[in-house]
T-cell receptor
Framework: QKEVEQNSGPLSVPEGAIASLNCTYS??????FFWYRQYSGKSPELIMS????GDKEDGRFTAQLNKASQYVSLLIRDSQPSDSATYLC???????????FGQGTRLTINP | EAQVTQNPRYLITVTGKKLTVTCSQN?????MSWYRQDPGLGLRQIYY???????DKGDVPEGYKVSRKEKRNFPLILESPSPNQTSLYFC???FGQGGYEQYFGPGTRLTVT
């Protein structure tokens, strides 16, 4: 079973600051990387996908991928209380028809 | 509206009483999957389907069955539920293969007493 590791948190960030979420993965053959946001008791919601090395920006969110280091991160700029949620990193497992999910990082934005 | 729907959303049942959780998607996705989510264990895949009549086991298939007779529907069947199947269940779908973006249904919270 390939692994995806995240710091479980909780990560506490003041409102307006940058939240930085990190994820490492074990499968060197992985090509697709995703960040999901999950509010308590709700379903995971896809917020970012990234497939090539470098940065990808979408509004206040930036995903960063470094395949050589097997590392993917999510930056949230100008953090808002509504960003408080658990963030799941997901990585495709090479040679298999599946995504492997990390356990998630619980993020709290403090007003 | 493009979506994945699940029913029921909440279910309390007793050990051994067969139940079915339905899942339907209106996005014409080939790939569908069932997950369970438990505290401390994260999301674990139960079964997945690459297309009609094509299903395969995920990481935790014991005690579950699935079928894919139509592209849009992928029901999860618990023939004889046990308390260790108490969990939050999600159905997801994806265009193409399982390694692409997956879109999740709202979830079904199942309690087996």
């Amino acid at each position: 079973q390939k692994e995806v590791e995240q710091n479980s948190g909780p990560l506490s960030v003041p409102e307006g600051a940058i939240a930085s979420l990190n994820c490492t993965y074990s499968d060197r053959g992985s090509q697709s990387f995703f960040w999901y946001r999950q509010y308590s008791g709700k379903s995971p919601e896809l917020i970012m996908s990234i497939y090539s090395n470098g940065d990808k920006e979408d509004g206040r969110f930036t995903a960063q991928l470094n395949k050589a280091s097997q590392y993917v991160s999510l930056l949230i700029r100008d953090s808002q209380p509504s960003d408080s949620a658990t963030y799941l990193c997901a990585v495709n497992e090479s040679g298999a028809q599946k995504l492997v999910f990390g356990q998630g990082t619980r993020l709290t934005i403090n007003p | 509206e493009a979506q994945v729907t699940q029913n029921p959303r909440y279910l309390i049942t007793v050990t051994g009483k067969k139940l079915t959780v339905t899942c339907s998607q209106n996005m014409n996705h080939e790939y569908m999957s069932w997950y369970r989510q438990d505290p401390g264990l994260g999301l674990r895949q139960i079964y997945y389907s690459m297309n009609v009549e094509v299903t395969d086991k995920g990481d935790v298939p014991e005690g579950y069955k699935v079928s894919r007779k139509e592209k849009r529907n992928f029901p999860l069947i618990l023939e004889s539920p046990s308390p260790n199947q108490t969990s939050l269940y999600f159905c997801a779908s994806s265009f193409g293969q399982g390694g692409y973006e997956q879109y999740f249904g709202p979830g079904t919270r199942l309690t087996v007493t």
